[in-house]
């Protein structure tokens, strides 16, 4: 489940989100989150070099972000899902990632 405060729900127009796990296709540690969000960001909050939060649509389909700067991000490629990929900021996304990681293939 990935939950966002009241802020953040409101300023990137986002939602809590409950995946299944069978949806997790694959999971990897990113070292900056800002850079791996691409696309266009529809809707959401992007504030250039500081924080991305909300929906970016690409050739790859959608992409829930929610990344600060200078902050390891955890990225979730999903099959059968409203996102094609989450990609989720974490001061310890290397534990984070080992944990996701037991839920691919499931």
Not at 45 to 52: A, D
Not at 78 to 83: S, Y
Request: aromatic share 4%; no cysteine; hydrophobic share 45%.
């Amino acid at each position: 489940m990935v939950r966002f405060t009241t802020g953040e729900k409101i300023l990137g127009l986002v939602r809590n989100l409950r995946i299944p796990a069978s949806a997790v296709a694959s999971v990897a540690v990113v070292g900056d989150g800002l850079a791996a969000a691409h696309g266009l960001r529809a809707p959401g909050l992007g504030l250039p070099g500081f924080r991305k939060l909300g929906t970016w649509r690409g050739r790859t389909g959608k992409t829930l972000v929610s990344v600060r700067r200078h902050q390891p991000a955890v990225q979730v490629h999903l099959t059968g899902a409203t996102f094609a990929t989450l990609l989720i900021g974490d001061d310890d996304a290397a534990a984070l990632a080992a944990e996701l990681g037991t839920l691919v293939g499931r």
